[in-house]
């Protein structure tokens, strides 16, 4: 091995051997700042917020923060489409929208919640939130115009394709061995 080459992995080794402790970079998040951003959401609904929306001020969310980039309509624009779709998994040409393809409404709102409105995602509040999925729900004629959502009513909203998806057993097999 030539002396650079040595004198090179030598100064590497130390690098990687010092640490960052070594420099006192970072420090513990405290649990307010941890909370900041444990807010996923479960198919099942835990981790939603209270709150609630309906489809009407949902149509008014959607109109300020949405419909630029999805369309007046959800019908796309240059972010993608929101409704129809249903029933063209199946086909050669399958349109792939909050109606014919996700399989939980909580995900949706999670969806939403952590990242839109581009580009001031988490920019709305809760209460908001519920509001612009209720109106998407509406438009993709999964819950009625009269509907409100909340923490108790949207994990019990049946999508259509819930039953889309299947659990793949080999990952099954393959995850359970890990935890041996």
Known sequence: MSWPKALSLGALALVFATGASAY???RP?????????DIDVSPDGTGLPEG????????DVYNDNCAACHGDKGQGGFADRLQGGQ???ASDHPVKTVGSF???????FDYVRRAMPYPEPQSLSDDD?????AYILNMNGIIPANATIDRSTLP?????NRDGFVPDEEFRVIHNSRQK
Do not use: H, N
């Not at 609630?52 to 149509?59: E, Q, Y």
């Not at 019990?156 to 259509?160: D, G, L, R, T, W």
């Open 87 to 89: 029933g063209s998994l």
């Open 24 to 26: 006192d970079f970072g």
């Open 52 to 59: 609630r929306g309906d489809v009407a001020r949902g149509r």
């Open 29 to 37: 998040a405290t649990q307010a700042e941890i909370k900041l951003w």
């Open 156 to 160: 019990s909203v049946k999508m259509p």
């Open 102 to 108: 996700w399989p939980y409404a909580t995900t949706l």
């Open 129 to 133: 939130t519920y509001a612009v999925v």
